[in-house]
Structure formats: structure tokens, C-alpha cells
């Protein structure tokens, strides 16, 4: 939790046409626990993920959807 934000990984979706990444949307899934949300983010473009500064340490489960 001493770490500024930091790009820890990014969403990897298998995909047969994927050419169109570009036309891809990434976000946190709805389903993902209020707990988890607080901490990492997830760029709709690209898919990166980031865990915010003051994360504690611990196990997360982060959901993602892709559209």
C-alpha cells in the first residue's frame, strides 16, 4: 500500500476476430465486491489494470467485462 497507483496487468480476452481490440470496452464487472472496486481500476479502452495507492495487502477477486 506504500506504492503510488501502479498499472499492475491488463484484462487478456481470447477472442477469434481480434483485430477489433480497438472497438473493445473493459470495466469492472457489477458483480465485483465493493471492497475490491475501492482498490484497482480498470481502463475502458485498453484494459489495463490498476491498483490505487493504500491498497492493504490481500487477496482480491476483480471481475472484468468485456463488450
Do not use: C, H, R
Not at 8 to 35: H, M, Q, R, W
Not at 38 to 59: A, C, H, L, R, S
Amino acid at each position: 500500500g506504500q506504492f503510488p497507483d501502479v498499472v499492475i496487468g491488463s484484462v487478456y480476452v481470447t477472442d477469434l476476430d481480434d483485430y477489433d481490440v480497438v472497438d473493445k470496452n473493459f470495466e469492472v464487472d457489477p458483480s465485483t465486491g465493493a471492497d475490491t472496486k475501492q482498490y484497482f481500476t480498470v481502463d475502458n479502452d485498453n484494459g489495463n489494470i490498476t491498483m490505487k495507492q493504500g491498497t492493504p495487502e490481500g487477496e482480491y477477486l476483480l471481475k472484468v467485462k468485456v463488450s
